[in-house]
């Protein structure tokens, strides 16, 4: 049986991506440093995944295992060693952490004459995550570590899209999901050919499929969780029952239809696009699941990154003459947006009380365009008072 190694056993890794490679007759390696969930894991060999629709579809998955990572991190070493594919469902920002192990694994794999070919596919909302990656490991490379790398290791890029609501459940293992899920592997950057993933797309250009997704669902779903909010509504269901939250959606997808085509039109037509985003729309409407706003919306300072959800589509649209007055309307209220157990929600509001906005919006965003950046100041002083 082939050995699969995910670094993640929370709700996306246990109920997408090992859901997937389970089905796909891999052995799964959980690594993860909740202690409850990898002796479950240990425990069990397997758990079930529920799927949020009327019929309430149960999956079982077996054949799994984990490893804590902080208490036996050789034990991820020895395992990375032997993977037939490894992959990531932790967060961008934790990326950099796990570098240094994935490194001592590769040099294991190469210290123990280990020549199959060895993919690391980092499925996070980001784009160029797995390469990303790939830069933070070669920082803990050596010279004939990186020269083995070229030759046998690989980190294609990937996207990855299904939602799962925040929950809580009496089983540690059990998680709730939509029936919607989309994997796509960029496979000009594949090491190992031998086999593909069923229930994964591959495409041999993933940009414009990756731009699609994040500039579609992330930003999609970040407009209804902050206009929700400055609304006053909890959950993301609550809010899309608001026709003002509705139209903040579509209007936002508008404009990134708009982008889309400009820069992907071979890939993509107009209908097809309308078509993508009506059904995401159906997604986020779904009776079965009840999101909360405070989950959607978390760490608002790095969503409003120079290369996040809005901020990089407001730059693109800038420089193609388009409209972005819709994602504009949005980096508003998320400057407006407040929530005392956010850690980044709090510095953000304290950074708007103490310093100056230019300032600060110019930090936060990491903009340095005069039109754009005055345009945000103006906007923020429209949903915010200081």
């Known amino acids: 049986m082939k050995k699969a190694v ?16 389970s089905k796909n007759d891999f052995e799964v390696i959980f690594v993860d440093m909740n202690a409850a969930v990898i002796d479950a894991l240990n425990e069990r060999h397997g758990y079930e995944i529920g799927i949020a629709s009327p019929e309430h ?29 490894v992959t990531t469902a932790i967060g961008p920002t934790i990326l950099p952490y796990i570098a240094e192990l994935i490194a001592k694994g590769i040099h294991a794999r190469k210290q123990a004459g280990n020549q199959n070919p060895l993919d690391f596919l980092a499925c996070e909302n980001m784009i160029g ?58 496979e000009s950057q594949l090491k190992n050919t031998s086999f593909k993933l ?89 009776p079965e699941i009840i999101d909360e706003v405070t989950r959607v919306g978390r760490t608002p300072i790095r969503k409003l990154g120079y290369d996040e959800r809005f901020i990089r589509p407001i730059r693109e ?29 709090v510095e953000l509001q304290e950074r708007l009380a103490t310093g100056e906005l230019s300032k600060v919006i110019k930090e936060v965003t990491g903009l340095s365009s005069p039109k754009i950046l005055g345009e945000i100041e103006a906007i923020v002083g429209k949903y915010t008072k200081f």
């Not at 993301?236 to 939250?245: K, P, R």
């Open 198 to 286: 069923e229930g994964a797309h591959y495409a041999t250009n993933l940009e414009p499929f990756i731009e699609r997704k994040l500039f579609s669902v992330n930003s999609g779903h970040a407009t209804v969780a902050y206009n929700s909010a400055y609304k006053g509504y909890k959950t993301i269901l609550e809010g899309l029952q608001d026709v003002e939250v509705v139209d903040a959606l579509k209007a936002v997808q508008v404009e990134t239809r708009a982008l889309l085509l400009a820069k992907w039109g071979e890939y993509f037509t107009e209908e097809s696009l309308i078509d993508y985003h009506q059904v995401i729309i159906s997604r986020f409407k779904n």
């Open 6 to 21: 995910h670094f993640g056993a929370g709700n996306i890794g246990r109920g997408f991506i090992g859901e997937i490679l």
């Open 317 to 345: 649209l800038n420089d193609r003459g388009l409209d972005y007055s819709a994602h504009l309307d949005v980096v508003g209220k998320i400057f407006a947006y407040k929530d005392d157990n956010d850690d980044q929600a």
């Open 57 to 85: 579809e149960k999956i079982s998955v077996s054949g799994v295992s984990g490893i804590n990572n902080g208490k036996n991190p050789e034990e991820v070493v020895q395992a990375i060693a032997e993977a037939d594919i």
């Open 129 to 186: 995550g797995s390469e990303f990656l790939g830069g933070k490991v070669a920082e803990y490379l050596s010279d004939e570590d990186r020269a083995y790398v070229a030759e046998y290791i690989g980190f294609p890029n990937a996207a990855v899209d299904r939602i799962v609501p925040g929950q809580r459940h009496e089983d540690v293992l059990y998680v709730e999901v939509e029936p919607f899920r989309e994997w796509v592997i960029d």
